[in-house]
């Protein structure tokens, strides 16, 4: 049975090439099994014929190696760089393939044999305080508004009845130090863009450590 996993992103196929100079030839042999008979790869480039003949040349190069045949290291080496061309060339291939059809490209990279790289899931920043370093400090991230913005910042210790100004950065970060340990403080910011001033946001409480 045939898992089909779907996707909404673009998704990148990755050759695990074998650390160990003895498992190309069976990587590769794997991947050729993969991908014969598979309806998503009607036309390879390289051909499949193409990356076998390189296998067996190769699988041939590595027995001479082993058996001290002089010459046969250079030539095993010749060899595998030249396999792992052919592969590379053929991850090409299964990359066009699953960039036709974002929705099953984790599927269609699988079903060659390869690997879907991974890639880092980044959270959106949403206004938050923290911390600092040292006693009374505290960190201030918030969302970035534009490419070109400012950033305005307050804080209040009295639950918002008065606030008291920081200075404005054009980083969508700031810190402030020199508050009493042990006390509730609340922090808001707004955004300066070309087009004006933003809203103030919502005002985010921390107990100052």
């Given at each position: 049975m045939t898992t089909t996993v779907k996707s909404t992103h673009r998704t990148l196929a990755s050759l695990k090439l074998p650390t160990k100079v003895s498992g190309l030839a069976t990587y590769a042999q794997q991947i050729v099994?993969?991908?014969?008979?598979?309806?998503?790869?009607?036309?390879?480039?390289?051909?499949?014929a193409e990356v076998t003949a390189a296998t067996t040349e190769y699988q041939a190069a590595e027995a001479a190696a082993l058996a001290r045949a002089k010459g046969a290291v250079a030539t095993r080496n010749e060899k595998r760089t030249a396999l792992i061309q052919l592969l590379e060339q053929l991850k090409t291939y299964v990359q066009a393939q699953a960039d036709a059809s974002v929705e099953n490209g984790p599927s269609i990279i699988l079903g060659a044999g390869l690997a879907v790289r991974k890639t880092p899931v980044h959270e959106p920043r949403v206004f938050a305080a923290k911390a600092g370093a040292?006693?009374?400090?505290?960190k201030l991230v918030a969302p970035a508004a534009a490419?070109?913005?400012s950033y305005d910042w307050q804080y209040s210790i009295d639950g918002g009845k008065t606030w008291v100004a920081l200075p404005s950065t054009l980083q969508a970060k700031t810190s402030v130090s020199g508050l009493a340990a042990g006390t509730t403080v609340q922090f808001k910011y707004q955004a300066v863009t070309k087009t004006g001033e933003g809203d103030w946001s919502p005002a985010f409480s921390l107990l100052v450590n």
């Open positions: 099994t993969s991908m014969t008979g598979n309806p998503a790869f009607a036309t390879p480039v390289p051909t499949l040292v006693s009374g400090s505290v490419h070109r913005a």
